[in-house]
């Protein structure tokens, strides 16, 4: 199957960016290289990093990717590594970094990868499929607990009590192998009225990826390293798909922005901390009509950028 993903605000993140022609850029989830493209058709001297931790993702934007040339650096790395990556190859400073935190249509569509409820197949998830840990083993091997934290948090599922015991029971008769199997234990899990408003599985679904390829984690521990490899005014942007990741952007944006932790009543800051830049998006950029007419995964899209200071 060819690699597709609809690169949802494409020509606003690009706008966002400032890229300058002579500029070092990262794209730190590739994809199908379609902000990729973008970025590098704006450059003459600069060079473009490209980090995807998905090898057919890899082997997708390298193909589309190759009009550009030597201006264009490939790696198989999760986005969390980016900062020891690069300086690997001496570089320490970028002008500007993407992150699209979504879930491209190639991995949603092909159904071995076991990422859709739509598809029936081994239940897997990985975005790197060097990892050890599976779908699989989160469904079977989580407590009952544990599977309803997840899909609780992870999901926001009001059901999700109630997931958990219809999957704690169906696998205790077998393991569950497949996308189907863990679709039935779910629906039995919901009452009927309820399953009118789109498939029963999608939040537990969402909330076994993300615990999977512990997306929240790499998110939060990443933001800090990024930030600090960006050259002064160089932009960081950030598109998120999940209340919980925009939580964390925006909230870490603007700690980073106002990192003074003394108290109201102090006339004076000592605590010593100093921003790291500014918040440029004071509300999040939204997909505009066309492009939701175009593309519906791009409903829940939100983009949050933050520039470092001109003194960093």
Do not use: W
Request: hydrophobic share 35%; with cysteine; charged share 30%.
């Amino acid at each position: 199957m060819e690699f597709k993903h609809y690169s949802v605000l494409l020509a606003e993140t690009i706008e966002q960016l400032h890229v300058r022609p002579e500029g070092i850029y990262v794209d730190g989830t590739l994809g199908g290289g379609g902000h990729a493209f973008e970025v590098c058709r704006r450059l003459t001297t600069g060079h473009f990093y490209g980090v995807d931790q998905d090898d057919a993702a890899v082997e997708a934007a390298g193909k589309r990717l190759e009009p550009f040339g030597g201006m264009v650096t490939i790696l198989r790395n999760n986005y969390c590594n980016i900062k020891a990556a690069l300086a690997e190859r001496g570089v320490t400073k970028v002008d500007g970094i993407v992150l699209d935190l979504g879930v491209s249509s190639y991995q949603l569509d092909e159904s071995e990868r076991g990422f859709s409820y739509r598809f029936d197949a081994p239940l897997d998830m990985r975005m790197d499929r060097r990892q050890g840990i599976t779908a699989r083993d989160i469904v079977n091997g989580y407590s009952e607990g544990e599977l309803y934290r997840i899909i609780r948090d992870y999901g926001e599922d009001r059901f999700a009590r109630n997931i958990a015991k219809h999957i704690a029971a169906a696998r205790s008769e077998k393991p569950i192998e497949t996308t189907f199997e863990l679709n039935q234990a779910i629906k039995a899990a919901i009452p009927a009225r309820m399953r009118r408003d789109g498939h029963p599985s999608k939040q537990t679904f969402q909330a076994i990826r993300i615990e999977c390829n512990r997306e929240l984690e790499v998110l939060r521990d990443s933001l800090d390293d990024l930030t600090d490899m960006l050259n002064p005014g160089g932009r960081l942007c950030i598109i998120t798909f999940h209340s919980l990741e925009d939580r964390i952007v925006k909230s870490t944006f603007k700690n980073m922005e106002k990192p003074c932790t003394c108290p109201p009543e102090f006339p004076v800051c000592v605590c010593g901390k100093v921003p790291k830049g500014k918040v440029v998006t004071r509300k999040p950029i939204l997909p505009g009509e066309k492009e939701l007419a175009e593309n519906n995964r791009s409903k829940s899209a939100k983009l949050r950028v933050f520039e470092a200071a001109l003194n960093n």
